[in-house]
């Protein structure tokens, strides 16, 4: 793991801004701590071999208290710096990770579960590198090199013992680092897997109880719970362990230099003055190392967390064109789509959709049928081939703009935690009423103002699918793909929602994912997909 990721300075500007505060304020601390280190000598030497009293001392007294007020400023500095850099830093990511699984769509990578555990908790763990672990490893390149560039003219030897010795300091850290980051990569892993089937467990919770397997997964939970807690304690015994191997090696260091100081001192070739020098600023040398050490444990759940950000804003967005949509015939050309970690196509396809045609998309599960909805989308890029619209290819065209002529109904619609009113808008103005009854949600539900519960709360499967049918209707788009729309519901349900799609079909371009015989009977025409390559 890279100690400081340039991906930070890309995704998120205030990065930089800090950076140059740090050094700054580095450089600036560097420089108090040789001061403080020259006028406690100095006025040790004094004290002992030229017996100087309080008054004598007082000019040193008063410089060793600005000086110690000015650490105290710079470490105030840091913490303020430190805490809002932090906070802009997980602001713009996790405001840069919305608009990338916004327009990822939901043929994005990462799960719910895991998304979540990222933007929140994940990304809270940034505050401990930002705070802690970056400015001692910017002190850990400043303090050294003013430390030994104060020291070279004053004693050699002890400069080139200190230089000697402090790179081992980096090498033991990076070897313990490698075996520490592997252990944090797993442990967030987890988590995220364990955030994901809680997550989905709690969503299921009706239907576990109802078939008696609630149980069964209390267990899983537990199972996986019990894994996350070995798993954080064995990186806790690597962070203590090697907390104690670091100190160890300064320790030793900073006694190789006062060994060397107190016999050359006792043999005469060496001052008092430049003894004491040596002797207080070596420790300072050896801390931010140390420091780094200590705070790289605290800071790398937030830097792994950062690294599987970053492989979503990485992530391709399907299309980024930006040529106006044209209107005309879509056109799916040899298009092929294959998806990591899946034998074989997930969709072969060439097919011709005139304007103004419904058209079902048949076949059993699995064959591409939601994948080719996903492709016109432009949540789903192929791996071969093209889809075109109007003789334009889709990876030309202006995505946002190509979507605004597109209502999407999908097999599995979500409603969010609101009113009807506001799940039918979704934020866009329309005549709700008109919407609605169209789509036959004025036939079990009068107020519109009516408050649901996230997902839907309180409605059967068939009222949510009318529900979303009455956003398609309020946007009035010309092209109009259907994913399933009748799937799960009983004869009668599925009955009153094919009204409303056979409504709904009038003067569109309809693209159907079907299986109910009744269902494709509504198109003008049928594709049916296979494993095989598709011609229609």
Excluded at 110 to 136: C, I, K, S
Excluded at 142 to 153: K, Q, S
């Amino acid at each position: 793991m890279k100690p400081l990721d340039p991906r930070l300075l890309r995704y998120a500007r205030s990065t930089r801004a800090y950076l140059v505060v740090t050094v700054a304020l580095g450089v600036a601390l560097a420089g108090l701590i040789v001061a403080q280190a020259t006028l406690l000598a100095h006025g040790i030497t004094a004290v002992f071999l030229d017996g100087a009293d309080v008054a004598d001392l007082t000019p040193v007294l008063g410089w060793l208290a600005v000086v110690v007020a000015g650490r105290c400023f710079v470490a105030w500095a840091q913490e303020v710096a430190a805490a809002r850099s932090a906070a802009g830093v997980k602001s713009e990511l996790r405001r840069g990770l919305l608009v990338r699984l916004a327009a990822l769509g939901p043929d994005r990578p990462a799960r719910t579960g895991e998304v979540t555990t990222l933007v929140t908790r994940g990304l809270d763990a940034l505050d401990a590198y930002f705070a802690r672990y970056l400015p001692q490893l910017v002190l850990a390149a400043l303090v050294p090199a003013i430390v030994l560039a104060r020291l070279l003219p004053a004693d050699l030897v002890a400069t080139a013992t200190i230089a000697l010795t402090l790179p081992l300091i980096p090498v033991f850290m990076a070897l313990i680092g490698l075996h520490t980051e592997a252990a944090n990569r797993r442990q967030f892993r987890l988590l995220t897997r364990l955030s994901h089937h809680f997550l989905d467990v709690v969503a299921g919770l009706p239907t576990l109880k109802l078939f008696g397997r609630a149980r069964a997964q209390a267990g899983t939970i537990r199972r996986i719970s019990a894994d996350q807690r070995r798993l954080t304690m064995r990186t806790l015994r690597t962070a203590f362990l090697s907390s104690l191997v670091l100190e160890l090696l300064a320790t030793l260091s900073v006694a190789l230099v006062a060994v060397g100081i107190g016999l050359r001192l006792v043999s005469g070739h060496l001052d008092l003055t430049t003894a004491l020098l040596v002797l207080i600023l070596a420790p300072e040398a050896y801390l931010p190392l140390r420091q780094v050490g200590a705070n790289y444990h605290a800071s790398a759940e937030g830097l792994a967390a950062a690294t599987e950000a970053f492989e979503i804003l990485e992530t391709p967005v399907p299309g980024a064109g930006s040529t106006v949509p044209p209107t005309g015939t879509l056109a799916f050309e040899d298009v092929v789509v294959r998806y990591p970690g899946r034998d074989g196509d997930a969709l072969r396809l060439s097919a011709l959709i005139q304007p103004g045609e419904v058209v079902a998309l048949t076949g059993p599960s699995g064959c591409g049928k939601s994948t080719a909805l996903g492709v016109l989308l432009g949540f789903v890029r192929p791996a071969a081939g093209r889809v075109t619209v109007g003789g334009v290819p889709l990876s030309a065209v202006d995505l946002d703009a190509w979507r605004s002529r597109i209502a999407w109904v999908p097999q599995r619609p979500h409603l969010f935690a609101g009113t009807v009113r506001d799940n039918i808008t979704l934020g866009a103005d329309g005549d709700v009423n008109r919407a609605a009854h169209l789509a036959g949600v004025d036939t079990f539900l009068d107020d519109y103002d009516t408050v649901l519960g996230d997902d839907g709360t309180g409605l059967s499967a068939g009222q949510r699918q009318r529900i979303a049918l009455a956003r398609a209707f309020l946007r009035d788009a010309p092209i109009v793909l259907l994913d399933e729309p009748t799937a799960n519901l009983d004869a009668a349900t599925a009955a009153g929602v094919m009204g409303a799609v056979r409504e709904l079909a009038r003067g569109r371009t309809v693209v159907i994912a079907a299986h109910r015989p009744e269902l494709i009977a509504l198109a003008d025409r049928v594709i049916s997909l296979a494993p095989a390559a598709v011609a229609a």
